[in-house]
């Protein structure tokens, strides 16, 4: 239940190309402590409850727990979330040996695109796609449960 990942900016989209999946999702938070996070995310027919703990002083890893959980269920949980929601497209592009995970924000986070690729350890290496650029890997401000409260549209 560890989840080990790398997180970049991209600097064109040139993965769109590359995209073999393209899924919106909206996702709002239960509670975005520093020590935890409990998110609901509903994408089409699916709904997910995730629970995040404080990362690694790195930012590469972090406790995760997710379940799968009732789209009615999640939309009535959504209403007692913390002020603020995320909506993004996210892509899927396999490159090497790895899947990347490239979210695309909406509304008050528009303009702003990160990729994550999962890892097995924290040393292994991956081959970087040429679309990927700067790793903000652990920089808090690009957590999704922190740009709700200060949105990406706010930082210019």
């Known amino acids: 239940m560890i989840e080990i990942e790398r997180k970049f900016l991209v600097k064109s989209n040139d993965y769109k190309r590359e995209s ?6 909206v996702q ?9 996070t409990i998110r609901i995310r509903i994408s089409g027919d699916t709904a997910l409850m995730t629970i995040k703990g404080k990362s ?4 590469l890893s972090r406790f995760e ?3 799968e959980i009732d789209v009615v269920d999640a939309r009535e949980l959504l209403k007692i979330c913390e002020p603020g929601k995320i909506e993004k497209y996210r892509y899927e592009v396999d490159h ?26 924290e040393n292994e290496t991956f081959i970087k796609p040429s679309w990927l ?4 890997t652990g920089s808090l401000e690009y957590y999704n449960s922190n ?10």
């Open 20 to 25: 073999k999946k393209k899924t919106l999702f």
């Open 65 to 67: 727990w997710e379940k």
């Open 133 to 136: 650029g700067t790793e903000v």
């Open 147 to 156: 740009l709700i409260n200060k949105p990406y549209k706010n930082w210019k």
């Open 28 to 36: 709002a938070y239960l509670n975005t402590h520093l020590e935890r």
């Open 96 to 121: 090497g040996n790895h899947t990347y995970e490239i979210d695309e924000f909406l509304e008050d986070n528009q303009g702003l695109v990160l990729a994550e690729v999962e890892l097995q350890d």
């Open 56 to 59: 690694s002083e790195n930012g």
